[in-house]
């Protein structure tokens, strides 16, 4: 009865694909359907992407439809579309019909209108998947299922089970059961647990917990991790303008979101804008992405170039501070970044007040200074030693002691006033934040050279 | 009975806090006490870190043993081992047994060797506490609860519910039951769900999923959180070597690893090289983080101003090179930048496999190939309108489409490196990449204009 316990394991699925192909080879279809089907839905749609398109139209029309319908949920968002895309419609309705609701609305969202028109009209299970097609993708309408377990206040514990025990055992969020009175308002939530261990009599309203968090449909979802994260909650109910019970976010949901959000900050940060860019991208969606970008950062260096234009005629005498003017936009530019990745990471995860906005400058501004006289004697000792120029040094020190201030300065409020104006922090990527520390870092160097210009050639 | 649902409600917490400080100035301990203790855990710690010494040492001996111990749970670890040390230590010992037994594994971690010893030899409940100490703290096993729940196989569904009857209700996760043979093998899993509407005398290993999903007890907590949200499982058993049970990791657990590793990662890239660092750490703890990247990237930088000080006659003939060659290097790093957040997002998220390196290495050649040769004509065409030299323009522009080549490779296989030779591939920050992107930009650019002097003058 018992085997061993099952840890995850690329190998596995590996070893598995090997076998899966010499049976293919063989012509033994339904052997190979059957090591496919045995693998957990997230390793069968992992094996199934890897196969190739040939093998894949072997085994698909084979699969039964449960399997088919985990394949279908397991696959990244553009895999399933075009996937969706490539069935007869009959079979997609009866995928879809067969699929959890919030993902067969996915698919939906993903595939052509005309296509998901028709799938539609064939689908029968209509009721839990036409709710959730209007929600935006990112915010808890768009994230929640509609399959969840609502129990009337006024019924008993006893009753409950009961009706546990007929509902479809393939609905999500079994854990917690949430207390819905008859006008569908939300009035309490209760665990399976309490349900299990209560005097069969109870009745729901005297065993529920009356406090239950909630989100608006309407609301980001970043909204709705924040609250199940903070809160350490399983699952979390979604209610309409109204307050009635709409659906339900659950904790695998989250897990998504908690990474879709950091690989969105990690993105923006590095000037990439979309977190939907991965290496799978085709060449000129990652050209359209990362190009816009690059072309800011096109007028933003040449920005730069024309504050070190303003000092030609000192560099054509001096030309050793062509040398060092890039030393100091290098080290204001990574000062800079320091902070912008504090800063961003303190307000995703919401442990900034604004009213503490100038403590944390003034902190910032004091770890700048310190940083820059470090980093500014040492480097200036350094120049001097090396090219002899006592004046060299010290100008060198003094404009890496000031471009590493304003640079903390600049990578701590950009950040602040990007969130001021409702907009993400995490868009104050390196692009924006070293236009600053170049072009200040350049002008502050290249500016007391002139002044001291005689003591310099 | 019903009361609203409640929301997250960052105000809430404010205006709870504004009637503390009323309750408290009018010396109405207990009011306060009430106020406070009727908040969630997670905003009863909000409130009272925000509380200043003398409100909380007022508050504190008037607080019950559960609040304390709930909100010693909340807190952040530094404050959570703060205020450890400051407590007596039989009250201390009496805090960490109302305590979940990993947090309070977690605080006698932090405290003071010393301090530890006192508290173990005081308290009563050292079962549960004892065997998470020896873990580091990001291991699976640092990560458990040694609070489950445990079947035996033989047992009845009716003998199970009788004994989740009368086990300690606060225990965690209470959705998944283990199934445990005599020997203290992990043997299955059984969701309560299936435990309720099995027939009353089913015995548990009928109805039990004899697959089990498991970690090692000293896997990293990240192979623990790839598992959890690969198969999106809110606990995962944790086994020694002996395939003992000793432990499980919790989807709230999972949370807090997808945050801190998300922190982690954006940290890195940004030249922080620990995820501990927050805006409320000490000026002298950031320093002591930040200043050796800083220090790094001197280096770095002054290894470029080497290789342009190579270039110092060139520079004293044609100064006009020192106002763009820092266009060719800040398109340089940030084309790598792109790359670098890509392949490392990937590398985290498990959707990279290394057979596949050297068609991602070209995919990325082709991008950066492309992109240098749209900027490069841009800037190219540019500059030449500027300066009026068309010599320059196209000096420039192939050295920005060199750059920017070299730059996408960079940032694509430094992680890729760093991932095969074991080391967390976020390392490969920016100081790191954009130390080749600048070097190998001064030499490329300033090399094609030592080589065409003669049109440049």
Request: no cysteine.
């Given at each position: 009865l018992t085997e061993a316990p099952r840890a995850i394991d690329k190998d596995r699925v590996d070893s598995t694909l090997e076998k899966i192909r010499e049976k293919l080879e063989a012509g033994d279809i339904q052997d190979a359907i059957e090591i496919l089907t045995r693998l957990h839905p997230a390793d069968l749609a992992d094996a199934f992407t890897e196969l190739d398109e040939q093998e894949q139209s072997a085994l698909l029309p084979r699969l039964d439809l449960q399997s088919a319908a985990d394949l279908m949920e397991e696959l990244q968002d553009q895999a399933a579309a075009d996937f969706a895309e490539s069935l007869p419609t009959d079979l997609l309705a009866d995928l879809l019909d067969e699929m959890q609701p919030d993902e067969a609305a996915d698919v939906l969202g993903d595939i052509s209108r005309q296509r998901a028109a028709q799938a539609l009209s064939e689908m029968e299970d209509l009721d839990e998947v036409l709710p959730l097609l209007g929600h935006e993708d990112e915010t808890a309408g768009g994230r929640m299922t509609t399959s969840f377990v609502g129990l009337l206040p006024d019924s008993t514990a006893q009753q409950a089970i009961e009706f546990l025990r007929h509902r479809d055992p393939e609905a999500e969020t079994p854990y917690y059961l949430y207390v819905i009175d008859h006008d569908g308002q939300l009035t309490g939530v209760l665990g399976l647990r309490e349900l299990v261990i209560?005097?069969?009599?109870?009745t729901i309203s005297s065993i529920m917990d009356p406090q239950v968090f909630h989100v608006d449909v309407k609301a980001d979802q970043e909204e709705a991790a924040r609250i199940m994260a903070r809160y350490d909650l399983a699952g979390l109910p979604v209610v309409d303008e109204a307050g009635k019970m709409v659906g339900v976010i659950t904790y695998d949901d989250l897990f998504d979101v908690l990474e879709e959000e950091a690989t969105e900050d990690i993105y923006r940060l590095a000037?990439?804008?979309?977190?939907?860019?991965?290496?799978?991208?085709?060449i000129h969606v990652a050209i359209r992405q990362r190009l816009p970008w690059l072309f800011l950062n096109t007028f933003t260096a040449l920005f730069a170039s024309w504050v070190i234009s303003n000092f030609e005629p000192v560099l054509a005498q001096v030309a050793v501070l062509a040398v060092f003017q890039s030393v100091v936009a290098a080290l204001g530019g990574n000062a800079a970044t320091q902070s912008l990745a504090i800063m961003v990471r303190a307000i995703a995860l919401g442990t900034?007040?604004?009213?503490e906005v100038w403590r944390t400058l003034v902190k910032e501004a004091l770890t700048g200074l310190l940083q820059g006289v470090t980093i500014g004697a040492s480097v200036g000792l350094g120049v001097f030693l090396w090219k002899g120029n006592p004046v060299l040094g010290i100008i060198l020190g003094v404009a890496l002691i000031g471009n590493m201030l304003i640079a903390v300065i600049v990578g701590t409020l950009i950040p602040l006033v990007l969130r001021w104006l409702n907009q993400d922090p995490a868009l104050a990527s390196s692009v924006l934040v070293t236009a600053v520390t170049d072009s200040f870092g350049f002008a502050l160097f290249l500016g007391l050279a002139a002044l001291f210009l005689p003591y310099l050639r």
């Open positions: 209560a005097p069969p009599n109870a000037n990439v804008p979309s977190a939907e860019l991965s290496l799978d991208s085709p900034v007040e604004l009213q």
